[in-house]
């Protein structure tokens, strides 16, 4: 018997020198060092100098920390954007930045201090900010290299910090401009203070934690009711009874507030005692459960929990308490507490908790501060910069010690400083003024978001820019011209811009476009109901608030004054700031006598609300431009940086900064939960890369709705795996088949359909894509490109040609035409998943192309506008699932090994016009196809020979191993030429 030949080496199998084994953790550091040897960023500015620009503006993170996973996802989301504009033909320069001042940097090398057991009060303010600007620079120089190492493309030698003595003195110089128009003043009202930090915070600083707190009811007694008419004899002599959860603000009251139109009544209690509070069930419930479960257990509260029961005597209009007057419960103290306290009408107040009286202190509320000084009642600045009350203080000075000798002065945050047993409460107690105290008030509450600590309000003497104040004309305030500004705004803006700050940033809103929609009313929402902006830090790093003021509290506005500082601050840095240059900088024309140099510095948000001015307008990176495309950062920056820089740019520009906004949530773990080192669920991203490679990290990022809250875990990285080894495969199929080739078709006539249908699938596929980066749906265009590889490509068009490419002749017309449409698809798709997959892109390309340069060089590539008829091939399709169904029990009982082995009958209904039995047989991969006038598909083994080399099942072929005519043609051709 003579042994069959073994064909092997007659079929014309894939070569490609690309491992399925990606390896990315090896070969990524390898491929990022040929870029910054080749210099590809700059090549790119040298090759795209001249093109349509695209302008993105980077948000400064601090220099402070290492890389987390939330960071990685912002850097890839912002890389994604520079790379897709670039391959789209755009000159998009990016430059990188970081924020260097504040109190994150501070905060830190104080803690260093402190380990050391050294106190920064007792360092030289220069020497404590050296300090910092070392701290910051070792984290710029750590995070930069972690971003590098996540593949992103930018300017990472020539980065912004708004530490370098030109962006501090750009910063100073966009204050003056404030100043110059009188868009600044120093005013004292409560604000948010960290009595940990020592300073104000402002609201974007600050994040709300849920804690539980002590809610007392004191009794003010009413001393005077003069409209009450004949009522009077009830109120006058009764106790108007507030609810607090901040019993440290008693020592502070000035006043109490009502209501016109809220109904309240006298209750009476069996021993004939008086309360006033709102009338209706459910707040008198609320009193008397509050009364009932406190730790107090006198006459007077008992009276208080009766009458709120079952007492109520009267019921009155708010109107009445116009003009009444009630008596501080320590009236004895001394003069401050002896005063009366007016009853003014609040339109804030409520009667929904509580008891529709609330006591006034307007160091500590924004609502107390603006009714008390509309009615002349001042705040006393009691609470000092570490959150206890002054030594002077006529209640919890100095000298207050308890029965032991121990100070009773803490800080007001202090937890036991406001229980039930605490100072407060025991002297109200004392004072016969306490109707109820438990500390059982679950609510939420601001905390600083560094330190963690609670923070208060409290009113200092700081430095706001007002939101409601008429601003001066934009063009009096911008170097550029009227008509450049116009033409920024597609000639909108007005010649005049006198409306004001909160006008123009809601306008500005309104113009802006945002993805996701959603973000517009977020950032507008904050901005209509935003305070004054609070400029002023009571902190040493930072840039200083570089005014001088009279003993009037005015400031000096003399341009060539600001011109000097601006240029001291240009050539040293903030330390230029310093009293001993006073004179010089006020020069000849100002006595240094009548001036007082301000010591605080500027909220950092003001800093980065300017970084826009030194990036793009200060010429240090000529290729920029103002304003800004996009700004992306994540919703956090909807009270951040977005809004700083909003309202900075529209007070000095009448514009934003920006066209656009791109905001992304925030990266949970696989359970939904906050990341956070406590809970242990933290995942590192530079574990990642060491483990899976930086594009793993990237194809994650981008296959996420990142523009919701979003989740990674082991599991998530593991699907992402999968994705990124099948979009390898397609690649490294496409090289294996292009092995060779260069583009010949020989004598090809027309292209088959197969082909032109998968070209008219790569055509939809580019405007698809082309579609998604437009509206920046980052997870929509990688969707798309993975279901393309491995639905259209792999599954079924490489499926279905995997015969020809290994068994047709080398250069027979329809394996030409399919290496053909692999060569396209080949240079669509390199490029498609360049931006995304930034390292794997490049490994392709240089395999094909070793000396082709990079191939984040490209444009978007140009691709056949080939169409097809969709409802057709969607039909096929449809039946070809149809039929793998069918074929597929009999492959699990081993009945067939596989489909060629398969002879198939289809209902004919189901096959579309224009493809004969034949054509099916080869588009399914069976032995045969015939149809039927009957529903359903049928699967039956065929009696036909295998052939010995392509292995289809085929009636030419005479005995199983034997050659089927086309083969039997190729060997008999590859023969003949060896």
């Not at 007659?10 to 390896?23: E, I, Q, R, S, W």
């Not at 970084?611 to 495309?629: I, Y």
């Amino acid at each position: 018997m003579t042994e069959q030949r073994d064909y092997k080496d007659t079929v014309f199998l894939p070569k490609a020198d690309f491992p399925m084994k990606a390896g990315l953790p090896q070969k990524e550091p390898g491929i990022l060092k040929r870029w910054q040897d080749e210099k590809v960023y700059e090549q790119l500015r040298e090759e795209r100098a001249g093109r349509e620009k695209f302008v993105y503006h980077d948000g400064p993170p601090y220099a402070n920390g290492d890389m987390h996973i939330g960071h990685a996802l912002n850097r890839v989301l912002k890389d994604m954007v520079i790379r897709s504009q670039t391959l789209m033909g755009k000159d998009v320069p990016f430059v990188p930045g970081w924020d260097c001042h504040g109190l994150p940097i501070e905060w830190k090398v104080e803690e260093q201090y402190r380990k050391k057991k050294k106190n920064k009060n007792e360092v030289p303010p220069k020497e404590f900010r050296a300090e910092c600007r070392a701290y910051a620079q070792g984290w710029v120089d750590i995070q930069r290299e972690q971003l590098k190492r996540l593949g992103l493309m930018g300017d990472w030698d020539n980065p912004y910090l708004t530490m370098d003595f030109q962006a501090e003195a750009t910063i100073v110089a966009e204050l003056m401009k404030f100043a110059e128009a009188g868009n600044l003043y120093r005013g004292s009202k409560p604000v948010m203070w960290s009595p940990v930090e020592q300073t104000a915070l402002a609201e974007a600083e600050v994040e709300y934690e849920d804690i539980t707190s002590t809610q007392i009811d004191v009794a003010f007694e009413i001393t005077e009711a003069p409209n009450a008419d004949e009522l009077r004899g009830l109120i006058e002599g009764a106790y108007a009874v507030i609810w607090t959860t901040t019993p440290w603000t008693i020592p502070v009251n000035q006043a109490l507030a009502y209501k016109d139109n809220i109904t309240y009544g006298v209750y009476m209690s069996p021993n004939g005692r008086r309360f006033v509070a709102a009338a209706g069930t459910d707040p008198r419930m609320d009193m008397a459960g509050r009364a009932d479960n406190s730790s107090i257990s006198d006459e007077f509260t008992a009276d208080f929990a009766a009458a709120m029961k079952e007492g109520l005597k009267e019921k009155f209009p708010g109107y009445l308490l116009a003009e009444a007057l009630c008596r501080h419960p320590m009236h004895e103290l001394g003069e401050f507490y002896a005063r009366p306290r007016p009853m003014l009408m609040g339109e804030f107040v409520d009667n929904e908790t509580g008891t529709g009286l609330v006591h006034m202190a307007p160091d500590h509320g924004e609502d107390d501060f603006d009714l008390c000084r509309a009615n002349g009642l001042e705040p006393q600045f009691a609470v000092m910069n570490d959150g206890r009350y002054r030594d002077d203080w006529g209640w919890l000075g100095a000298d207050d010690k308890d029965a032991e000798g121990k100070e009773r002065r803490r800080a007001v945050i202090n937890k036991p400083f406001n229980s039930p047993e605490g100072p407060i409460c025991s002297d109200l107690r004392e004072a016969g003024a306490l109707l109820s105290a438990s500390a059982d008030y679950e609510h939420s509450y601001p905390h600083s978001w560094r330190s963690k600590a609670k923070v208060i309000y409290r009113c200092t003497p700081q430095w706001f820019v007002p939101m409601d104040k008429e601003l001066e004309a934009v063009s009096s305030l911008h170097s550029a011209s009227p008509e450049a500004l116009d033409a920024a705004v597609g000639g909108e803006l007005p010649k005049a811009a006198s409306d004001t700050l909160r006008s123009r940033a809601m306008s500005e809103i309104n113009r802006v476009k945002f993805y996701p929609e959603k973000g517009r009313n977020r950032i507008g929402s904050m901005v209509e109901g935003r305070p004054d902006w609070v400029l002023s830090r009571q902190r040493a790093w930072g840039v200083p608030i570089t005014l001088f003021v009279r003993p009037d509290g005015t400031y000096l506005q003399d341009a060539e004054v600001n011109a000097r500082v601006i240029a001291a601050i240009s050539e040293e840095g903030v330390d230029a700031w310093d009293e001993a240059r006073k004179a010089e900088f006020l020069g000849s024309d100002h006595n240094p006598d009548e001036f007082e140099m301000v010591t605080d510095i500027l909220d950092v948000w003001f800093d980065s609300g300017c970084t826009h001015a030194f990036v793009l307008e200060s010429g240090r990176w000529p290729e920029q431009q103002w304003p800004a495309d996009l700004y992306l950062e994540g919703s956090d920056q909807h009270r951040g940086w977005f809004q700083s820089s909003l309202l900075e740019s529209c007070a000095t520009r009448g514009r934003a900064p920006y066209n656009a906004i791109l905001t992304h949530g925030f990266t949970m773990d696989k359970a939904g939960k906050k990341m956070s080192k406590s809970l242990g669920n933290t995942i590192d991203p530079l574990k990642i890369m060491e483990q899976y490679g930086a594009d793993i990290i990237r194809l994650w990022a981008l296959s996420v709705d990142f523009t919701e809250d979003h989740r990674i875990g082991d599991e998530i990285l593991k699907g992402v795996g999968d994705q990124y080894r099948k979009l390898r495969n397609t690649f490294r199929y496409l090289l294996g088949a292009l092995d060779g080739f260069v583009g010949d078709m020989g004598d090809a006539g027309e292209i088959p359909e197969l082909e032109l249908y998968v070209l008219a699938l790569l055509a939809e596929l580019d405007g698809k894509l082309r579609d998604a980066l437009e509206r920046y749906d980052f997870n929509t265009y990688t969707r798309l490109l993975v279901e393309f590889c491995n639905e259209d490509l792999s599954a079924f068009f490489f499926d279905i040609r995997k015969d020809s490419l290994y068994c047709d002749g080398e250069n027979s017309t329809r394996r030409n035409a399919y290496r053909t449409v692999l060569d396209l698809l080949f240079h669509a798709l390199v490029r498609y998943a360049a931006p995304v997959l930034v390292f794997t892109a490049e490994e392709v390309w240089t395999t094909r192309y070793p000396e082709g340069g990079s191939v984040h060089l490209l444009d978007w590539p140009p691709v056949p506008g080939v169409t097809a008829d969709g409802e057709r091939w969607g039909k096929l399709r449809a039946l070809r699932e149809q039929v793998n169904e069918a074929i597929e029990p009999l492959r699990r009982e081993k009945i067939i090994r596989s489909g060629l082995e398969a002879e198939v009958v289809v209902p004919a209904s189901a096959v579309p016009d224009g493809f004969s039995d034949d054509d099916l047989a080869e588009l399914f991969i069976t032995a045969s196809v015939t149809r039927a006038d009957r529903d359903g598909v049928s699967v039956t083994k065929t009696a036909y020979h295998k052939c010995g080399r392509c292995w289809r099942h085929l009636p030419s072929v005479s005995v199983d191993g034997a050659l089927c005519e086309r083969c039997d043609a190729v060997v008999t051709q590859l023969d003949a030429a060896s």
